[in-house]
Antibody, heavy 122, light 107 residues
Framework: EVQLVETGGGLIQPGGSLRLSCAAS????????MNWVRQAPGKGLEWVSV???????NYADSVKGRFTISRDNSKNTVYLQMNTLGAEDTAVYYC????????????????WGKGTTVIVSS | DIQMTQSPSSLSASVGDRVTITCRAS??????LNWYQQKPGKAPELLMY???FLQMGVPSRFSGSGSGTDFTLTISSLQPDDFATYYC?????????FGGGTKVEVK
């Protein structure tokens, strides 16, 4: 059974750093693209970052240069290192697995974790 | 970035109603369009992918159509479990984007 469990959220002061973890089970994270998606309180979904199965990465403009996605194959875990946090980063952060229906662009997020909450406040 | 615009942002409906939600992309995205359902306090769940393919386990009252820039999600007969917020999302661009969401409420 596929499961994704996010941890690492919490209350952090503006300008601080935090690392989120997404522990995967039931599949191998190197076989699928893995995403981080966030949702600010009362707002919609915002895609944050992806690490492709081949290891390359991509980021939303809003986090580029501040956030870094990575994975530890031995732990089957994906990470999101978040630096220089601001109030606008306050959100529930979800980890989501990609699956593919069509080569190259036909991606969809078929499994999601329950999320971890990040609050940036002084 | 490709902008995804959903309409309406909310709607009120009754059990048994036919409900249609629209999603428009700022440029052609072929059929690289997915739909998700989210209930309060829960993670999103995949409903449809590739604009018209039903995810395994999703009831057949859900259907999707469209290609290019205009897409629709239809619920043929609204059930109590369907009151939720629905999001479209494009995967044509490497910078993925979601629509703003459509909240389906009880009339």
């Amino acid at each position: 059974e596929v499961q994704l469990v996010e941890t690492g959220g919490g209350l952090i002061q503006p300008g601080g750093s935090l690392r989120l973890s997404c522990a995967a089970s039931g599949f191998t994270v190197t076989k699928n693209n893995m995403n981080w998606v966030r949702q600010a309180p009362g707002k919609g979904l915002e895609w944050v970052s992806v690490i492709y199965s081949g290891g390359t990465t991509n980021y939303a403009d809003s986090v580029k240069g501040r956030f870094t996605i990575s994975r530890d194959n031995s732990k089957n875990t994906v990470y999101l290192q978040m630096n220089t946090l601001g109030a606008e980063d306050t959100a529930v952060y979800y980890c989501a697995r990609d699956n593919m229906w069509s080569y190259n662009r036909g991606w969809y997020m078929d499994f999601w974790g329950k999320g971890t909450t990040v609050i940036v406040s002084s | 970035d490709i902008q995804m615009t959903q309409s309406p942002s909310s709607l009120s409906a009754s059990v048994g109603d036919r409900v249609t939600i629209t999603c428009r992309a700022s440029q052609s995205i072929n059929s690289f369009l997915n739909w998700y359902q989210q209930k309060p306090g829960k993670a999103p769940e995949l409903l449809m992918y590739g604009a018209s393919f039903l995810q395994m386990g999703v009831p057949s009252r859900f259907s999707g159509s469209g290609s290019g820039t205009d897409f629709t999600l239809t619920i043929s007969s609204l059930q109590p479990d369907d009151f939720a917020t629905y999001y479209c999302q494009q995967s044509y661009s490497a910078l993925l984007t979601f629509g703003g969401g459509t909240k389906v409420e009880v009339k």
